[in-house]
Nanobody, 123 residues
Framework: EVQLVESGGGLVQAGGSLRLSCAAS????????IGWFRQAPGKGREGVSS????????VYADSVKGRFTISSDNAKNTVYLQMNSLKPEDTAVYYC????????????????WGQGTQVTVSS
């Protein structure tokens, strides 16, 4: 059974940092792209960042470039999202997702999704 479990969310003040983790199981991790997406209250889901577990380059949304860093630990089947200089507009539920055919920030390319972790940034 494919499972993606996010953790690391929480409440932080503007300017602070959080590191999200996405632990994957039930599939061959090295063959997949892992993406981070987020959904703010009343808004649609949007792509944040993605990475190939094979070691390809990372992709970032313009809104997080220079502040967020995605990384992959293949030995632990885990992808991380380091979030620095957080802003109130980063407040959202963050989801990780897996795709075996296409990376990037295209939501429909991803077949498996986690349950999400809440990130709240106070001003």
């Amino acid at each position: 059974e494919v499972q993606l479990v996010e953790s690391g969310g929480g409440l932080v003040q503007a300017g602070g940092s959080l590191r999200l983790s996405c632990a994957a199981s039930g599939f061959t991790f090295d063959d997949y792209y892992i993406g981070w997406f987020r959904q703010a209250p009343g808004k649609g889901r949007e792509g944040v960042s993605s990475i190939s577990s094979k070691g390809g380059s990372a992709v970032y949304a313009d809104s997080v470039k220079g502040r967020f860093t995605i990384s992959s630990d293949n030995a632990k089947n885990t992808v991380y999202l380091q979030m620095n200089s957080l802003k109130p507009e980063d407040t959202a539920v963050y989801y990780c997702a897996a795709s075996d055919r296409l990376g990037g920030l295209i939501i429909n390319a991803y077949d498996y999704w986690g349950q999400g972790t809440q990130v709240t940034v106070s001003s």
